[in-house]
């Protein structure tokens, strides 16, 4: 399995931004599995996007819009499974290892 580099820049609420692979990313996470998040999973919005940020790769909300194929396909996986395996929301700084997150 390809290892993936996940970065994370900035918190606001229960959302988290930063790049998966180089490519930007925004993610809606929930505390807890929801039957609307990806795969009944705590990811319920989802955007990764080119490298420069101009044009959409994949885009979750409550389904699929536009689904990620070939390698992006590979780094979404990768996010997902990164973002299960958060803490709550409110102790994102914590894993972050900061006293406070960045704001979007």
């Not at 699929?64 to 992006?72: L, M, V």
């Not at 958060?86 to 894993?95: E, F, K, M, N």
């Amino acid at each position: 399995m390809p290892e993936h580099t996940i970065t994370t820049d900035c918190v606001w609420r229960n959302w988290l931004g930063g790049t998966v692979d180089s490519l930007p990313f925004a993610a809606k996470i929930c505390d807890i599995n929801s039957p609307d998040g990806i795969d009944n999973g705590r990811v319920l919005k989802l955007f990764l996007y080119t490298e420069d940020g101009e044009q959409e790769l994949a885009a979750y909300e409550r389904g699929w819009s536009i689904y990620p194929t070939g390698k992006q396909e590979a780094s979404m996986d990768a996010l997902i499974a990164y973002c299960a395996t958060l803490p709550p929301a409110d102790d994102w700084h914590i894993q972050a290892g900061g006293e406070n997150p960045t704001l979007c």
